[in-house]
């Protein structure tokens, strides 16, 4: 629910994209630090063995992972509409 009340607001954002920019956002991927620092985290978390500021740290992860799927999901929808 949080998410498709996120995807409204995200929506006009969507409006404003030109196929050129929507595409650089599909193509928007991690640093290779922060992709190293989330796998470290990610296998400590299945694990079990996070410190509570490691869980902070890759419950932001996650939630920064799940707004750019929504964005990068908005930019597809942009290409479509606008096949180049």
Known sequence: MEH???DRFLRPFA???TPEVAQ???DLELDPHSQSRLDE???KAN???LTDDERQEYEEFVEGIDLMGILK???R???VKHPS
């Open 77 to 79: 929808t942009v290409l």
């Open 4 to 6: 498709a009340v996120l």
């Open 15 to 17: 409006e404003c994209l």
């Open 41 to 43: 985290l990610a296998a």
């Open 73 to 75: 999901a908005r930019a």
């Open 24 to 26: 650089r956002i599909v």
């Open 47 to 49: 694990e079990g063995h």
